[in-house]
């Protein structure tokens, strides 16, 4: 039996001021706990275009993919299953005229908060990836898979 991680797709949505979306998860696992928007692919998509479509579904606008931040092996409860997952980001901001509509199905309420002190994230991989985010749009060289977390 293989136990292979499930691939997502996830957006550092950015504002232009120093600041990154967060939306406060309405479901388990970890509700209550801020995250960032994305998801599991679906059947054969790939994480690219999961990440524009979790754009769409959670918050209800078109966005804007750009540089691609690095992958995590990460872990998701599901059905009082640990299953691991593999979690793409990458960073973007709105699509030009788009506003945002949560789905209250998967988010309670959203934040801007700043970049380079991002609270503790819903999941380890969040909280990987904003590190690395920051230092990229710092302009920092970010070595990515050098170590396990």
């Given at each position: 039996?293989?136990?292979?991680?499930?691939?997502?797709?996830?957006?550092?949505?950015?504002?232009?001021?120093?600041?990154?979306?967060?939306?406060?998860?309405?479901?388990?696992?970890?509700?209550?706990?801020?995250?960032?928007?994305?998801?599991?692919?679906?059947?054969?998509?790939?994480?690219?275009?999961?990440?524009?479509?979790?754009?769409?579904?959670?918050?209800?606008?078109?966005?804007?993919?750009?540089?691609?931040?690095?992958?995590?092996?990460?872990?998701?409860?599901?059905?009082?299953?640990?299953?691991?997952?593999?979690?793409?980001?990458?960073?973007?901001?709105?699509?030009p005229g788009e506003t945002i509509t949560l789905d209250?199905?998967?988010?309670?309420?959203?934040?801007?908060?700043?970049?380079?002190?991002?609270?503790?994230?819903?999941?380890?991989?969040?909280?990987?990836?904003?590190?690395?985010?920051?230092?990229?749009?710092?302009?920092?060289?970010?070595?990515?898979?050098?170590?396990?977390?």
């Open positions: 039996m293989f136990l292979n991680a499930r691939p997502t797709g996830s957006l550092i949505l950015l504002d232009g001021a120093g600041c990154f979306l967060s939306l406060l998860r309405a479901r388990e696992p970890q509700r209550g706990l801020w995250e960032l928007p994305g998801g599991f692919c679906d059947g054969f998509e790939a994480p690219f275009d999961a990440a524009m479509r979790e754009g769409r579904e959670e918050l209800g606008a078109a966005v804007v993919l750009h540089d691609f931040v690095g992958m995590y092996v990460g872990e998701y409860l599901y059905q009082d299953e640990l299953l691991p997952v593999l979690d793409s980001f990458w960073l973007a901001t709105l699509a209250p199905d998967e988010a309670s309420e959203m934040s801007w908060l700043p970049l380079a002190a991002p609270p503790a994230m819903a999941f380890r991989t969040m909280d990987r990836a904003l590190r690395d985010a920051a230092a990229m749009v710092a302009g920092a060289t970010v070595k990515k898979g050098s170590r396990r977390e």
